[in-house]
């Protein structure tokens, strides 16, 4: 091999090491995926989850898929040959199916029902059909539930994509686009993937060790028929969803650099695919990674080097090729699986093929086509190859910023509850074990939310409900409980303690907490931050040995989230979008929700001339590019209910109405309509 096709192979490398990832950064975000399924696990009652999609797997490049499988917990699945333990006594309190070949497709099975447990869920119990003297459960059926009630929650009408629900966020305003599979475990491994077990590897990939892992994880079933069957309505797809996250986390960097090179290039010749074949998903995803997976088996470790990273992607390609010119893609764990069967035929297979052979002749040119992703692979090698060595060569301190803001937006803005009994366990033991800085902040950042929360909980169910004696201790066990969250992240931590201040009358201590999150600069961690601030952050933090949480506490600041249960902690006037809080809690950004605070205060003291003030500072923050209604609807509504106070109607209806026509997320937990027909109701009647 010449040396300039090894040099031209490291510069790739280096590129996608930048765009992609490096070896840090994709660590912590599979570290990030799997601290945060294990907390949302430790507090499930019916469903655990298993994060997959690109992010599950370290991918950071533009388009990347956040998906997640629920796992029902109270469904057990059978393999036929575990039909003897259908009569065992611990499995008679359990809805109980057992797999049974539907003489189709190697891969795809009925679920014939075994055991029903006493109150079964309504979409389970709708999805069973009969079959002579048997009962089924139906995929279609169980799906169209599933999309049914997400439909309900989100109150927007949802389609399913094969055994995924999509919950778009341009529908339903949840912030991200993410797909949502529901699936059944089974425990023991499936028999028709046996020969995966066996089969023989002359490169020992992947080890024994892991092998084994895999085949104890079992595998799972998710909704979806073989689209060849005249039947796949009734069949369910067997998934081994952990354990191709397991073989990916396996992978060698070069290895990972190029399977995201592979997706790279499909999406962005995912358009012309659409054009050409009527379907831009006719290369998913899921087979790109199985090509790489058989490709990882088939050839010697101590290929896979940085100076042949090109020459690994050209041979997946080459592989990818030899696939559609035979018609033939097996599944990995299933050999027998043709996954090309039925979609990739006849002039379509053609077409492909010789789609595919062009894309192989360009070589090096095929890195610089599609406009998905701009600039494209290959102009970042050209800017390289130009002496522009910063592409690639960044600073320790960038590179340090980048994998802090990564860990700090994902705990502060977490999906799970971290007071819950199971998570505060998980989260002891983390620190209790930790050997790395980000397990540290991850474990003290979530025990002092968990205390927080409990400290507003504390508040609003005990304080309303005890004698003096009694009222009195519960509220300083809430303020002890609420005060170590300051020291992790001050906006969080203050703004609950400005808040208790203000319901126990102490309005001064109230305003001055409020005018620290005000007044103070922080980066405002969430989903789009600005380079100028992300810049400020690398000044302050970076590069001078502070610890995560030194640097959380010195400069960032985060959404306050209300739960219901503490509602009756929080100001009256919000108890209508509390109420609604039917996602778990009520989100609002930091600096708005100081001023409304300090306008309460302000109005309790009677001090007119510094609430209108307030108001006025209120009116003017909601223009804010991130922490304003572009963004969060509930800031029309605090303008509102401040209107309402001084006793503007007009104002307050023309801030309802502009906050139920905003396109922000979760528009489902907006009382914006009920305040307009109280309000419309009082004018009417003449009693404003």
């Known amino acids: 091999m010449s040396d300039q096709l090894c040099e031209d192979s490291w510069i790739l490398y280096h590129v996608l090491d930048r765009l992609i990832g490096g070896r840090p950064m994709v660590t912590i975000s599979r570290r990030l995926t799997l601290i945060n399924d294990l907390l949302y696990n430790a507090s499930a009652v019916s469903q655990v989850q298993l994060s997959t999609g690109s992010s599950a797997e370290g991918i950071l490049m533009k388009g990347s898929d956040k998906d997640s499988m629920l796992i029902d917990k109270m469904v057990i699945i059978l393999d036929f040959d575990q039909e003897s333990l259908s009569i065992t006594s611990d499995l008679r309190n359990e809805s109980v199916f057992i797999m049974r070949d539907s003489n189709d497709r190697p891969g795809y099975v009925n679920l014939e029902l075994i055991n029903m447990r006493q109150q079964p869920p309504a979409m389970l119990l709708e999805s069973i059909v009969p079959f002579g003297n048997s009962h089924f459960l139906s995929s279609a059926l169980y799906t169209r539930c599933a999309a049914f009630i997400l439909s309900t929650v989100f109150q927007v009408p949802i389609e399913t994509h094969g055994p995924s629900t999509p919950l778009l966020n341009e529908k339903s305003k949840v912030g991200s686009d993410m797909d949502i599979v529901c699936a059944f475990s089974c425990s023991s491994w499936p028999v028709v993937a046996h020969e995966w077990v066996t089969r023989s590897r002359m490169y020992n990939w ?14 799972y ?27 990916i986390h396996s992978f060698s960097h070069v290895q990972f650099l190029v399977y995201c090179l592979l997706k790279y290039l499909f999406k962005q010749v995912s358009d012309r695919l659409k054009d050409i074949y009527g379907d831009e998903d006719i290369i998913s995803s899921y087979i790109l990674k199985t090509v790489v997976f058989h490709a990882l088996e088939t050839t010697p470790t101590s290929l896979w080097q940085e100076k042949n990273t090109f020459l690994c992607f050209m041979l997946c390609l080459k592989m990818l090729s030899a696939y559609v010119k035979a018609g033939h893609c097996p ?33 090096w040119g095929s890195l610089s086509i599609g406009t998905f992703i701009k600039p494209t692979v290959g102009d970042h090698i050209d800017q390289v190859k130009r002496g522009e060595w910063e592409a690639i060569l960044i600073p320790s301190t960038r590179s340090e910023k980048e994998c802090d803001l990564k860990i700090i937006r994902e705990t502060l803005q977490p999906v799970h509850n971290y007071s819950a009994p199971g998570s505060l ?53 809430s303020k002890r409980l609420l005060t170590p969250l300051v020291s992790a992240c001050s906006s969080q931590g203050i703004l609950p303690l400005a808040t208790y201040h203000f319901q126990t009358g102490n309005y001064q201590k109230s305003l001055e907490m409020c005018g620290q999150v005000i007044t103070y600069w922080k980066l405002y961690v969430n989903d789009h931050l600005s380079m100028k601030d992300e810049i400020r952050y690398e000044h302050l933090c970076c590069g001078r040995g502070y610890t995560l949480l030194q640097k959380c506490q010195i400069a960032c600041s985060s959404d306050i989230k209300i739960t219901k249960n503490s509602s009756r902690m929080f100001p009256y006037q919000l108890q209508p979008e ?41 009116q003017i923050i909601k223009y804010d590019e991130v922490q304003g209604v572009r963004k ?57």
């Open 221 to 247: 079933v998710v909704p979806v028929g073989d689209k060849t069957s005249e039947y796949a309505f009734m069949q369910w797809r067997i998934s081994f969803a952990s354990a191709e996250r397991k073989l």
């Open 425 to 477: 366990k998980l989260l002891c033991n983390l620190l209790y074990k930790s050997e790395s800085d980000m397990d540290d902040f991850i474990a003290y950042y979530g025990l002092v939310n968990g205390m927080s929360v409990e400290g507003m909980e504390t508040f609003a169910n005990d304080v309303c409900d005890r004698g003096n004696k009694g009222m009195y201790k519960s509220l300083r066990r």
């Open 206 to 219: 992947p080890v024994a060790s892991l092998r084994d892992q895999i085949v104890n994880g079992g595998c």
């Open 331 to 363: 599944n990995y764990f299933i050999y027998k699986h043709n996954m090309f069967l039925g979609k990739v035929c006849g002039n379509r297979q053609q077409k492909l093929y010789r789609f595919l052979g062009d894309i192989h002749d360009m070589a």
């Open 578 to 618: 509390l109420e609604r809080c039917t996602l778990g809690r009520l989100t609002i950004s930091p600096v708005p929700y100081a001023i409304f605070l300090s306008f309460l205060c302000y109005h309790e003291l009677g001090d007119t001339r510094r609430r209108d003030k307030t108001l006025t500072n209120l």
């Open 632 to 688: 969060f609807w509930i800031v029309h509504n605090l303008i509102g209910i401040c209107y309402e106070m001084v006793g503007d109607i007009s104002g307050a209806l023309r801030e309802y109405r502009a906050s139920i026509n905003d396109q922000t997320p979760l528009q489902c937990l907006n009382p914006a309509k009920e305040r307009i027909a109280r309000l419309a109701k009082y004018q009417s009647s003449g009693a404003i």
